[in-house]
């Protein structure tokens, strides 16, 4: 289609659709615009937002986990140590990484023990 057909086809259907938009009433109008723009806070925006702050987490978090503070390190014998501020975080966080490692062992636990006790 030549560029000068389409510029007028979207000239008409830019007249066109400012004056259908005149004929609907101010209210009916206003309660247009306010569900639209409910649906893009509710359901739009939240996405756009979750996208965006995954994107820069995974940017800032790879970001740090590239430090030399997180580089893995060898020793005289060829094996690797952490660092100290990986040690630090694993001290911090012991309590959890161990309730974390044991939550299914001891589910199944009490699991097993409540089959044999309701035989």
Known sequence: MPKDLMS???????????????LI????????????????TKNIAPKIIEAELEKRFTEA?????????YA????????TY????VKK???ESAPEIFAAMLEPVTSGFIQNLRNQMFR
Request: charged share 30%; hydrophobic share 40%.
């Open 8 to 22: 007028l086809e979207e000239r008409v259907a830019e007249k066109v659709g400012s004056e259908l938009v005149d």
């Open 25 to 40: 009433p101010k209210e009916q109008w206003n309660e247009l615009i306010a569900s639209q723009v409910e649906h893009f």
């Open 61 to 69: 978090i790879r970001f740090e986990l590239s430090s030399p503070e």
């Open 72 to 79: 893995e390190t060898w020793n005289q014998v060829s094996q």
């Open 82 to 85: 952490t660092s100290e501020a």
């Open 89 to 91: 975080i694993v001290i």
